[in-house]
């Protein structure tokens, strides 16, 4: 029998990816309302309680809301929102966060899905803390930039409609200058950081893609590790993995004069570099992703292959 899937929010850019991810699969039932009936909140109590995992595609009041409607005690929820990022009980949706976590994301309830900033940043920052290279008091600075589409449909419409009110007409502009951005917690409680992270995201003017800077200083860190050091962790750490990949030395090379932030566009990947002069003994460490794949909807469906028993990669070959 097909597992029944109910993506609530099917409509908004997350939901529509993830709904392309899933069409045509036969092992699944996707649960559809009529657009009449999106909003409509006894047709999505009755949605939600009659799927297998509800995937809440959602902004974090919706979210706490589609959550308060579930009273099936066999209905698992998948929320990209930012609403439970950092709650408790709730399982943390990358897979990768530590050896051994897919098991504790198939066997979870409930489940948040990652943000597209700290899917990258998390990435290069936990397995060193976990090793001790970085501290976990580390004052840690992070810079990126990603494709407008994270912004959502009120962005998109900025960047892509000259006619619409706020249009955009920027190639690149930062924001999120009073250091009080939502993925903040996130960051420093999953990548283990005492403290919050100086975090400085950007938006370039291309739809989707991500890059993720990590600048380090390495005499600064415990036992001033080398260069060599940094990769050997991160490539023990990954080694194996379907969806997360160290970039080797000669690929990092030919990266050097340009790294393209839409190079892993339409794929669930994150790959990471280890930039650097040793002699310098600075390093600058890179994740590159998709926004709207390992960043968002593509890990969405990666947690629920996992929940559902099913290979991790089905559908995201």
Known sequence: MAHRIFIDGEEGTTGLQIRERLEGRAELELIHLPDERRKDKDARREALNGADIAILCLPDDAAREAVDLID??????????????????WTYGFPELDRGHEATVAAALRVSNPGCYPTGAIGLIRPLV??????SDHPVAINAV?????????????????????????????????L???HV???ARHARLDYRPLFTPSVGRFRQGM????PLELRCLPGSPTLADIRSILGEWYEGRRFVSL????ETKAREGLLDPEELNDTNRLRLFVFGNGGRGQALLVAQLDNLGKGASGQAVQNLNLMLGLGEDTGLN
């Not at 619409?164 to 690149?172: L, N, P, Q, V």
């Not at 890059?211 to 990590?214: D, G, H, K, R």
């Open 180 to 182: 009080e951005h939502k």
């Open 130 to 135: 976990s090793a001790g290279i970085l501290s």
């Open 185 to 187: 917690p996130e960051i």
């Open 72 to 89: 099936n005690p066999d209905t698992r929820v998948i929320d990209a929102s930012t609403a439970y990022r950092v709650a408790e009980g």
């Open 247 to 250: 970039a080797n030395e000669e």
């Open 146 to 178: 990603s494709g407008y589409s994270g912004g959502g449909k009120s962005l998109i419409a900025k960047m892509e409609d000259p006619d619409c009110e706020g249009a955009i007409s920027s190639a690149y502009f930062a924001y999120g200058l009073g």
């Open 211 to 214: 890059i993720v800077q990590l």
